[in-house]
């Protein structure tokens, strides 16, 4: 019995139904229907081979697209023969349609293919990068993009992404900061479970939603100077203190997948370390999806010098948790042998191939293999909907942090402005707006920064145009043309930074600041004595100290998307007033790297008044902008901080209150952030902890009250003995407009209290 014959007999068998298996009345794969599943998949397992159970914990990339290094396979044709179980970089619903229709129906058993790409900040509409995204400090909005992604993925076929990456990351040299939600595990965890939701929402079987992964288990933002694939070394403590809170609240929220990292941790690469995968993830955490590999990371445990052969690397990542390798073929090629010699157990395999096929049967895929593909006109209008580039904009109007505005210069004022000079490679560019891991992206669905200003100013405002110079290089032929357009200008708008390929997977660079040619552009244009406001695009915090020196306006834009133009002339020229925070620390120069702002004191903390202090000889402590840091059109005063009460109890709570006043004309934005700081434990505690944050709008000359809870959780750590707890003693409190803020209230923890290990409020 082939095609979906065998599957159709057991899916109706366990399920007590006489419908057809694609009756899509019948809906048998709630995340609450484990018995069912369990009876369904045990059925299906006995009927399977050795080699059938293999082929499920095999990944193999198609021609559609490239992410990293080739291998050479016939991946349908294996997984006709058992010898596959899922393919990613497959696009477009009619060719998964024909994929998936090839194995099912010419397989032996027609178990149904997984289909999973890196759909990171969008599919067709392109979001945001995710550390732009991260700067909103909005979770909804944040949520909302992710739900477009799914949706708009789900609807060309596909029912996996290798998204969010919720790795911590505090070395800018580290292309692939651009993925992630910055330097603060508090944050980045709300943020990742925001975005678990958005890609899966609440029903896996639902057709609009995707399997998420949470990437790259563990400590991958971690890696030795900064530099992409290279070694970590890291205590248990900062491990569990910092690089792992994101992961485990993408498990609270439910992900489906994860995904190992290329690192090695404590001498063992990440995709063979029992201790990560089956001690932490599996039966600390509970964890009940499956953990698929990087590309290629088993293979690559050869050039770690952890194995000696591949074989023997498949042994240690299968014994070590792993339930799926994606691409080395690995698994495939060996295991088999390694379960005849003894070197794997056939019940390891047995429970990898499990957790694959739970699922794909919670995807609704046993029970309609096609869901997903089947030609669909209307799930296909949904892909680059109007809506969709609504909320694009939305997201990208967020994401942008005003850093610097002196003496007012923004908003411009397009209503008296009659001419403007509009200057940099990013001025009228397409596909750098995309950012890094644009993938699917269409440059061509990206209004520029030069038709946004044309249809915002119309014609009677005269726009002088000049690209001036490359990304890179020491081209200088462009620099006359932009002078002139700079001279003949009221006021100037520079568009530099980064390419998108400068960020990303393998962009790790040693130098953080805006590329050479484009400095020097900006310095002359500079004097030409006229007003420049600098719009910045990257993936990375930059070291802009000469431009923060003497421009009177920065904005930071990163790479917004689709909708970059419009969401930057709605900033620039008032229609929109910023409220984007920083979520990873800007250094003044690199060699302050690594710095962030929950750094802990020293036995020497800075003092001006001795020498014998820690500081730098030819450079202050301080960064150039902090972690938290963003301006607005509007202007924030805050309150003295007050609380309820001075003693928190182990089962009780402190309201700490703030009065926030907008004195200015403008209604805005605050993200009015809670930091705390443990004055003694039993470790060294960090000077300050992000611990609660509210986005809040504030109209024109009104002042409203902030009110936050304190509870024993926001209190607890990883103590002494590495159990997690909260410590009697004095605790500071702040409120603020960013990590910078001084002035703290004390209070104080009555008595110890353990605490359940990675609770998030």
């Known amino acids: ?50 080699e059938e159970k293999i082929g499920q914990t095999v990944l193999f990339a198609s021609w559609w697209d490239i992410t990293g290094p080739v291998s050479e396979n016939d991946f349908v044709d294996d997984a006709i023969k058992g010898k596959v179980g899922a393919v990613f970089n497959a696009l477009t619903a009619d060719f998964i349609y024909r994929m998936q229709k090839e194995v099912v129906e010419k397989s032996r058993l027609g178990i149904p293919l997984l289909f999973g790409y890196d759909v990171i900040h969008g599919y067709r509409t392109t979001f ?23 949706v708009e993925a789900a609807a060309d076929g596909l029912n996996w992404t290798f998204a969010p990456m919720v790795d911590i990351a505090r070395d800018p040299r580290w292309g692939r900061i651009a993925e992630g939600a910055g330097e603060d595990a508090y944050l980045g965890s709300l943020i990742a479970a925001a975005q678990v939701r958005g890609f899966q929402g609440t029903d896996l079987s639902d057709e609009a939603t995707v399997l998420a992964c949470a990437k790259h288990f563990a400590a991958y933002g971690a890696a030795q100077a900064g530099r992409d694939y290279h070694t970590v070394d890291i205590s248990e403590r900062v491990l569990r203190d910092v690089y792992l809170p994101p992961f485990k609240a993408a498990c609270d929220a439910g992900v489906a997948t994860y995904m190992t990292a290329f690192n090695e941790l404590d001498g063992t690469p990440c995709s063979a370390h029992e201790h990560l995968l089956n001690d932490i993830l599996k039966e600390q955490w509970g964890f009940d999806g499956f953990v698929v590999t990087d590309y290629t990371s088993i293979k690559e445990m050869v050039n770690h010098g952890s194995v000696a052969n591949e074989k ?19 698994f495939m090629n060996h295991l088999k042998q390694s379960v005849e010699e003894g070197k794997v157990k056939e019940a390891t395999v047995n429970e990898a191939c499990r957790r694959v096929l739970e699922m794909k049967y919670r995807l609704g895929l046993f029970e309609d293999p096609y869901r997903y593909c089947r030609p669909d006109e209307d799930k296909q209008s949904k892909i680059k909907s109007p809506e969709h580039f609504a909320l694009a904009h939305e997201m990208a109007r967020k994401s942008i942090v005003l850093l610097k505005n002196e003496d007012h210069l923004m908003p411009l004022n397009k209503e008296q402005l009659n001419s403007i000079a509009l200057i940099g490679p990013m001025t009228d560019e397409q596909k750098q707006q995309l950012g890094a891991w644009h993938t699917t992206g269409q440059p061509e669905t990206v209004t520029t920064i030069l038709t946004a200003f044309k249809e915002k100013l119309g014609s009677k405002t005269k726009i002088y145009t000049a690209k001036g110079c490359d990304w890179e290089g020491d081209d200088r032929s462009g620099f006359a043309e932009a002078l002139a357009a700079a001279k003949k200008a009221e006021v100037v708008v520079m568009c530099m930074g980064e390419r998108e390929n400068m960020g990303g997977e393998a962009a790790s660079r040693v130098h953080i600041d805006i590329p050479l040619i484009q400095k020097e552009l900006i310095r002359e244009v500079h004097k030409t004595g006229k007003p420049i406001v600098l719009l910045l695009h990257n993936g990375r915090p930059l070291t802009i100290t000469w431009e923060n020196e003497h421009l009177p306006a920065i904005v930071e834009c990163w790479h917004l998307g689709s909708m970059a133009g419009p969401a930057i002339a709605d900033v620039v020229f008032g229609d929109y007033n910023p409220s984007g925070k920083l979520t990873a620390t800007f250094p003044q120069h690199l060699g302050q790297v690594p710095v962030h702002y929950n750094m802990k004191n020293t036995g020497r903390p800075y003092n001006p ?15 150039l902008y902090c972690f938290g840091y963003g301006l607005s059109y509007s202007s924030f005063e805050y309150s003295a901080v007050t609380l309820d009460t001075n003693t928190l109890t182990p089962d009780g709570k402190i309201t ?11 209604d ?54 590495m159990s997690y707890g909260a410590e009697k003693g004095e605790f500071l409190l702040f409120i603020g407009t960013n990590s910078d803020v001084e002035q703290g209230i004390k209070f104080e923890l009555s008595s110890d209290a353990d605490v359940e290990p990675y609770t998030i409020r």
């Open 312 to 330: 023997e690397a498949g042994e240690a990542s299968m014994n070590a948790g792993v339930d799926m390798d994606m691409q080395s073929g690995i």
């Open 1 to 50: 019995m082939n095609k979906l014959g065998l599957l159709g007999v057991l899916f109706l068998l366990v399920c007590g139904c006489s419908k057809a298996v694609t009756d899509k009345a019948v809906v048998h794969n709630q995340w609450n229907d484990q018995p069912e599943m369990d009876r369904f998949i045990d059925s299906l397992m006995t009927e399977m081979t050795l």
């Open 609 to 623: 008044e001795d020498h014998f202090t820690t500081r730098y000889q030819d450079c202050s402590n301080d960064p």
């Open 668 to 721: 805005g934005e605050e993200v009015v952030q809670l930091y705390i700081r443990d004055l003694v434990g039993s470790v060294t505690r960090p000077v300050k902890e992000l611990k609660g944050f509210q986005k809040v709008m504030i109209p024109a000359n009104t002042a409203i009250d902030v009110n936050f809870e304190v509870r024993v959780e926001d209190l607890a750590f990883w103590r002494k003995d």
């Open 656 to 666: 700490a209150s703030v009065k926030v006043n907008n004195t200015s004309n403008v």
């Open 128 to 150: 945001p990068t995710p550390f732009a995204m991260s700067a909103s400090w909005d979770l909804d909005q944040i949520e909302k993009s992710c739900r477009v992604a799914a």
